[in-house]
């Protein structure tokens, strides 16, 4: 990690500092867990509010639901809302970094050599074909090439010849 890497991470929230790696990688066992214990205080809560009304009349109950629901659900909400706006609706090539566009690209060439052997090979090796082709279309000038290159290499893959299966006799 660099000088400017680390700068920008000192520069960051809090809380973009806890869920996300300075790649800016979600670290998502960190978010499930703090997904997990609000769950777990929502659900405590409303016991509360439940066992609170039941003994203390449906004044109580009103005003300890609200509670519960300003103070934890609407966080809650306001977590998820927020972790899933930083990631987006999906990648767009564009937005990947050299070193997440390089993995995605071997990962393809992994699939189709793969798939090769496989009994939908062809229709395996069109859709690696096109995500290829795709990544090259969206990549950076200075990436474009190496990109065009695993490109051409997928779709010049074919499905290797299936072993005739014998025939009974008839």
Do not use: C, H, N
């Not at 109950?61 to 609200?66: E, G, H, N, R, V």
């Not at 090439?145 to 014998?166: L, N, Y």
Request: hydrophobic residues 50%; without cysteine.
């Amino acid at each position: 990690m660099g000088r400017d890497d680390r700068a920008r991470a000192a520069r960051q929230s809090w809380a973009v500092r806890l869920f996300y790696d300075t790649d800016g990688d979600l670290r998502g066992w960190r978010a499930l867990g703090v997904v997990a214990l609000l769950a777990a205080a929502v659900v405590f809560g409303t016991v509360v509010a439940s066992f609170a009304g039941a003994a203390f009349g449906p004044d109580t109950l009103a005003t300890a639901a609200l509670i519960v629901f300003l103070g934890i659900k609407l966080p809650l909400l306001g977590f998820v809302f927020w972790i899933l706006m930083r990631q987006g609706g999906g990648y767009t090539q564009a937005e990947l970094t050299t070193r997440e566009r390089t993995r995605v690209l071997e990962s393809l060439v992994e699939q189709a050599r793969a798939a090769r052997g496989a009994p939908d090979g062809a229709e395996r090796l069109r859709w690696a074909a096109r995500e290829a082709w795709r990544i090259a279309d969206e990549a950076p000038d200075d990436e474009r090439q190496s990109a065009i290159a695993v490109a051409v290499e997928i779709s010049g893959m074919t499905p290797a010849a299936s072993p005739r299966q014998p025939q009974p006799p008839a």
